[in-house]
């Protein structure tokens, strides 16, 4: 284990990862080990800094990760569900922590991330803040203690550039919903509603999604009865939040078992 963990971000262009690198850049406890993009990528061989609209740094963005990780100790990755399981694949080969924020993974996507982790430690979650990964508690233990007469909705907003939907937040708060109530998710979701759906089934935990703007990051989940309503919230108006949680992730992987760990095993919750 290293006292200072380098680490590597991948998808170095993208919104999460020049969050990422340029709070690296502030921190005393971690450095950059490098940064990736995918191939054809109009950064790669060019110098980070001066992509990034600042001066040289000296870190060329390359498109092989494997160069990247064989120096890293911790890999973040916030990129797309094909790109983090080719990641993940190296990262274990370079014995890197897998940091993880990438969301929209299938469950074929998720099996080769379990199969991964039997060599390496990776570190996933929809959501890495502090406030969200609280708010899933909370979603847990009000839906263990309110019966089926309260409906369970989950409403979630974000920008206009988001590919995926539910959120993987939204997601994250109905498995956490189903949890509470003894039930699995995939039995009592009910997604994309349009035209005649008939009623509400009783039980069911509904999704709905706002994309427009640059909305960061919003989500209700609503315990509706006949008379009451309670609506649990959390607005994300920073990026640095889910930065600061992948770096908190990385450092706390550190000499860590091999295995799938999550925020709520970062913080302690
Ligand atoms: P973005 O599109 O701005 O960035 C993704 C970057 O990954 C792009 O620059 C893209 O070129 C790059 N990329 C794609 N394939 C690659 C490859 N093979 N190698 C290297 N780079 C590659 O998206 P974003 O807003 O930064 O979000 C990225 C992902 O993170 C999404 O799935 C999003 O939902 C998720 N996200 C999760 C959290 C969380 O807390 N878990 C928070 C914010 C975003």
Known sequence: MTAIPAIAIVGAS?????????????????????????RGHEWIGKDLGLCMGGTKNGYIVQDDPLEVFAKAQAVIDFTSP????????????ARAVHVIGTTGLTDMHLEKLTAAARHAVIIRAGNMSLGVNLLTKLTQKVAAALDA????????AHHRHKVDAPSGTALMLGEAAAEGRHVHLKDVSDRGRDGITGARKRGGIGFSAIRGGDI?????????????RIILRHI???RRIFARGALK?????????????????????
């Open 216 to 228: 960061v990051g919003e989500h209700d989940v609503i315990f509706a009865a006949d008379g009451e």
């Open 149 to 156: 007469d309260f409906d369970i909705e989950i409403v979630e």
């Open 249 to 269: 992730a990385a450092i706390w992987g550190q000499g860590r078992s091999p295995g799938e760990y999550d925020m709520m095993d970062v913080l302690g919750l």
């Open 236 to 238: 994300a108006t920073d």
């Open 14 to 38: 993208g919104r999460m990862g020049q969050m990422l690198i340029r709070m690296i850049d502030e921190s005393d406890r971690v450095t950059l080990a490098g940064a990736t993009e995918r």
């Open 82 to 93: 094909e790109a983090t399981i080719a990641h993940a694949e190296l990262a274990a080969q």
